[in-house]
């Protein structure tokens, strides 16, 4: 691809584009739709020439995290297997910024892996986990499980926040061998505060965690992706909440749920929580690793000393007929056992809308897209579906909702365009990989890559049209971001800035 170059990397030529707003989290805060209000985003782009090819950054060589972009700043999560900063050298979990006019590396967070069990924190797979920007914060969940806020300047503006130990957090973790702290430099991260859920909540995290905070208020909402031990037959922490809720200013753990989810989880916690309502009063949603939807109402500060408890107002059952006791003796089965839920709930007038279905590594095949309403406040919402869509197989995608339209991708290649108040397929368009991804919906079209490295741009229409297609030749699993006339592309190794009429001063080799 693209040469890589140290500092400045590919800088564009000036272009006139209509400034639209930025993408300062996964999904919308409201309801976590998976679209942007951009316009003038660019339909194709040619790598070989750099037509409409604003900068292209170098990642590691494995990157799950889906970009942000905020107050000037592109925030994604990756590995270290090509660092950037020579005194960072082994597997680590990375979480780079940054400067969002050309490209440039301004800072990153590097943390070590955990190594007492790999199942904790999965070899090579990074910091996977997406952030979420507000004002001059960033907060997200590392490889190590850990909930932190970063200030969005780094170290450029000093070292702020009550956490100063930024140098040990970022040296290797061993606990036989004193290890010295690796020296702080400009391209290293401010730590404002960091909280370990595995240390101090009592999770047993699995395989890595995922989680895209949401922020309501004074309080952060996260999914905690606790889960089985390494022999996917056990739950080690059956006491683990599956949500914890933090105050966003102390990093203090203010709320949990108490509802003895944990035993019956199959595989892990990894569909982030979203916001939306009932009967006008906002309602935290959260699709859990035990094949259950529920609603809570947010915390309410109180008097009382300790952690709270969440309320729950809302419960459904995403597949009644699943078992739901002893659910690890269906481990490995292809042909029945219970649901669980990678993607988010997408909440919009009234109805949820949610992907979930057996569980893509260890589950069986059956999946659905479904249409559920919001309105059973307090009770066990049995009634509630409105529509189930069966999908052909597994699904990781978080739906993206436009114009009566629903768009799901799925592990059986396939892209779906599925009518929003019947359920009735409009369309599938066949593709050439698995989609670990969730299609975003923006300036009238649709893009999405796939595991395989094909990036598809269709017109978000009841009519299938295909406007353009690349092969990236290396997975995708980010969903693509659009903010302030940029679509941006994380690739395993890259990220891309795409803009309508850019054009890289220097241009590389496919």
């Known amino acids: 691809?693209?040469?890589?170059?140290?500092?400045?990397?590919?800088?564009?030529?000036?272009?006139?584009?209509?400034?639209?707003?930025?993408?300062?989290?996964?999904?919308?805060?409201?309801?976590?739709?998976?679209?942007?209000?951009?316009?003038?985003?660019?339909?194709?782009?040619?790598?070989?020439?750099?037509?409409?090819v604003k900068w292209v950054a170098p990642l590691g060589t494995e990157s799950h995290s889906t970009p942000v972009v905020a107050d000037g700043r592109v925030f994604i999560g990756t590995n270290n297997g090509e660092p950037r900063d020579p005194k960072h050298q082994?597997?680590?979990?990375?979480?780079?910024?940054?400067?969002?006019?050309?490209?440039?590396?301004?800072?990153?967070?590097?943390?070590?892996?955990?190594?007492?069990?790999?199942?904790?924190?999965?070899?090579k797979s990074g910091i996977s986990s997406p952030g979420t920007v507000e004002g001059k914060r960033v907060y997200l969940v590392s490889n190590r499980h850990e909930v932190m806020c970063l200030d969005v300047e780094g170290?450029?503006?000093?070292?702020?926040?009550?956490?100063?130990?930024?140098?040990?957090?970022?040296?290797?973790?061993?606990?036989?061998?004193p290890v010295k702290p690796l020296e702080l430099g400009r391209l290293d991260a401010d730590i404002i505060w960091t909280h370990d859920m595995m240390a101090d909540s009592g999770i047993w995290p699995h395989d890595g965690s995922h989680s895209?905070?949401?922020?309501?208020?004074?309080?952060?909402?996260?999914?905690?992706?606790?889960?089985?031990?390494?022999?996917?037959?056990?739950?080690?922490?059956?006491?683990?909440p599956?949500?914890?809720?933090?105050?966003?200013?102390?990093?203090?753990?203010?709320?949990?749920?108490?509802?003895?989810?944990?035993?019956?989880?199959?595989?892990?916690?990894?569909?982030?929580?979203?916001?939306?309502?009932?009967?006008?009063?906002?309602?935290?949603?959260?699709?859990?690793?035990?094949?259950?939807?529920?609603?809570?109402?947010?915390?309410?500060?109180?008097?009382q000393a300790g952690v709270a408890t969440l309320q729950k107002v809302y419960e459904y059952d995403f597949d009644p007929k699943a078992p739901k006791q002893e659910v690890h003796r269906?481990?490995?089965?292809?042909?029945?056992?219970?649901?669980?839920?990678?993607?988010?709930?997408?909440?919009?007038?009234?109805?949820?809308?949610l992907a979930g279905g057996g569980d893509v590594f260890w589950g069986k095949n059956e999946a659905w897209l479904k249409a559920v309403r919001a309105d059973n406040t307090g009770t066990f919402a049995k009634d509630a579906e409105v529509w189930a869509y069966a999908l052909e197989k597994h699904v990781l995608s978080s739906p993206a909702i436009h114009d009566g339209m629903v768009f799901i991708a799925d592990t059986s290649r396939n892209i779906h365009c599925v009518d929003q108040k019947t359920g009735k397929t409009n369309w599938v368009h066949g593709a050439n990989g698995d989609f670990w991804s969730s299609p975003l919906v923006?300036?009238?079209?649709?893009?999405?890559?796939?595991?395989?490295?094909?990036?598809?741009?269709?017109?978000?229409?009841?009519?299938?049209?295909?406007?353009?297609?690349?092969?990236?030749?290396?997975?995708?699993?980010?969903t693509t971001t659009a903010a302030n006339g940029v679509v941006y592309i994380g690739t395993m190794s890259k990220l891309y800035a795409i803009q309508e009429g850019a054009r890289p001063k220097a241009v590389g080799k496919l």
């Open 155 to 177: 170290l450029a503006n000093g070292n702020d926040g009550s956490f100063t130990n930024e140098a040990a957090h970022m040296t290797r973790w061993t606990n036989t061998t």
């Open 330 to 353: 269906f481990n490995g089965n292809r042909g029945e056992g219970p649901s669980n839920f990678y993607g988010m709930p997408v909440f919009q007038d009234g109805i949820i809308y």
């Open 212 to 240: 895209s905070i949401l922020i309501h208020g004074d309080y952060l909402y996260v999914n905690t992706s606790t889960g089985v031990d390494n022999t996917h037959k056990k739950i080690r922490t059956p006491e683990a």
């Open 442 to 478: 923006a300036d009238g079209k649709v893009y999405i890559g796939s595991r395989r490295g094909d990036f598809w741009v269709l017109k978000a229409s009841k009519q299938l049209e295909v406007l353009f297609r690349h092969d990236f030749r290396e997975p995708i699993s980010a």
């Open 1 to 52: 691809m693209f040469p890589r170059v140290c500092g400045l990397l590919l800088v564009s030529a000036a272009v006139c584009v209509s400034i639209a707003k930025d993408q300062p989290q996964w999904g919308e805060a409201w309801g976590r739709n998976m679209i942007s209000r951009d316009t003038g985003l660019p339909t194709s782009f040619d790598l070989p020439s750099g037509r409409n």
């Open 90 to 123: 082994g597997d680590r979990g990375v979480f780079m910024c940054f400067n969002e006019a050309d490209g440039e590396l301004l800072w990153q967070l590097v943390v070590p892996k955990r190594e007492e069990d790999p199942y904790h924190d999965w070899p």
């Open 242 to 303: 599956s949500i914890l809720v933090f105050n966003k200013h102390t990093g203090k753990v203010v709320a949990r749920d108490r509802l003895g989810i944990a035993p019956n989880i199959f595989h892990a916690t990894w569909s982030a929580p979203s916001l939306g309502s009932i009967d006008g009063k906002p309602v935290i949603f959260l699709a859990a690793g035990n094949g259950i939807l529920y609603g809570f109402a947010p915390y309410q500060p109180t008097d």
